[in-house]
Structure formats: C-alpha cells, structure tokens
C-alpha cells in the first residue's frame, strides 16, 4: 500500500525519516511517533546531536537527570539502530537559515533519508532540501500521512500506547486531548474518526 504525499513516497518500515528535537521532546508527540515506529509503519532515525538537544531541553524544563539518562536510555534500547554515525564531517559544509540546524540535514543526508519530521519547517527551505531528495513534514502532517497510509495498524499502535499510560492512567478522550494541546489536531481528529 503506498501514499504519494508533497512528491514523498511512504511505504512501512523502508521509509526512513530522521525525527527533530522538537517532535522528540514532548512526551505525547513522542510515545505516539515511537509506537508508529514500533509497529513498523515507518524507521525512525536521530543523532547524537539530536539527543545532546533533546537533554538539553529537558534539564531546562527541571526534569532530573536521573530521569533524563532513563527516558534517552529507553528510546536507544526501542531502536537501537535508529542512532545515526559519522555524519559530524557534513554538518560545517550545509548552509541553513539557522546554523544550529545543519546537524539534522546532516543526519539525513548520511543515511538517504527520505524526510525530516520537524515543527521548525521554515528553517528547512524546500529549494535546500531538494537538492538531497529530502523532504520535510510536521509531526502532525507526518503522522496523518502514516494514518492515511494503515489506519488499521496505526488504530492499534495508539490503543496499544493509551494502555501502557500508566501515571496517570489515561483512557483514549483523555489521550487525544494531550495530542490536540500539543498540536496534533489533524492527528487526534484522524485517530478519533476511526474509534
């Protein structure tokens, strides 16, 4: 079954898209991306840069480091192969409208990634992106695409996700509604359509 989406072909597990700090660090848009890639409807990828940001944020928002080293620790054991490698080499010949954003397209280029999911789409300009055969997507417009693509699989990933809610327990309204707070409206919209 495959989406043709913005000129972007996704088909499963070979599509391979490099997640963005700021669709890594909230923790609902996160488990949700995470469970996707969990029940294989696309492979997710980051760097070593992307977590180094990532932690960053989260000791900015008073998160202990205690928690930070468990929260990094579980997403490299979930995807062990999602850590992108030497790619540092391409980071200072990239130019951006925003320096400290190399680093991402970086990642992708490294490992021929067909998209980058991230919120920061301005900092990543179409004509720059082309060039590489990457394109760019909100995490919201990504995972409608992924819903698009196996509404069936995608339902099931989220029901599986609403059951491990644990503190505190959350039924599927209650998920949803994090989703929407965090600017997921076309996702949750999507998910609770086919409740």
């Known amino acids: 079954m495959l989406t043709k989406n913005q000129g972007c072909m ?22 949700l991306l995470f469970w996707f890639a969990h029940y294989e409807m696309y492979t997710p990828k980051w760097s070593k840069h992307i977590f180094d940001e990532w932690k960053d944020v989260m000791l900015r928002r008073g998160i202990s480091s205690e928690e930070i080293e468990k929260r990094v620790q579980r997403a490299a054991m979930a995807f062990p192969d999602a850590l992108v490698k030497q790619y540092e080499s391409l980071i200072e010949v990239l130019n951006l409208p925003d320096e400290k954003d190399r680093h991402v397209l970086a990642a992708a280029i490294k490992i021929n990634a067909d998209l980058i999911v991230s919120n920061n789409i301005k900092d990543f300009p179409e004509n720059i992106l082309n060039r590489f055969g990457i394109k ?19 339902i099931e990933a989220f029901k599986e ?32 359509s086919l409740l």
Do not use: C, W
């Open 10 to 31: 996704i088909h499963s597990v070979r599509f391979t898209v490099v997640l963005d700090t700021n669709v890594i660090y909230p923790v609902i848009t996160r488990d």
């Open 136 to 154: 760019i997507k909100t995490a919201d417009a990504f995972l409608t695409d992924l819903i698009d693509l196996d509404g069936e699989t995608a």
């Open 161 to 192: 996700m609403v059951l491990n809610k644990k503190n505190p327990d959350l039924d599927e309204y209650a998920v949803l509604k994090q989703l929407r707070k965090n600017g997921l409206k076309d996702t949750a919209a999507y998910l609770h």
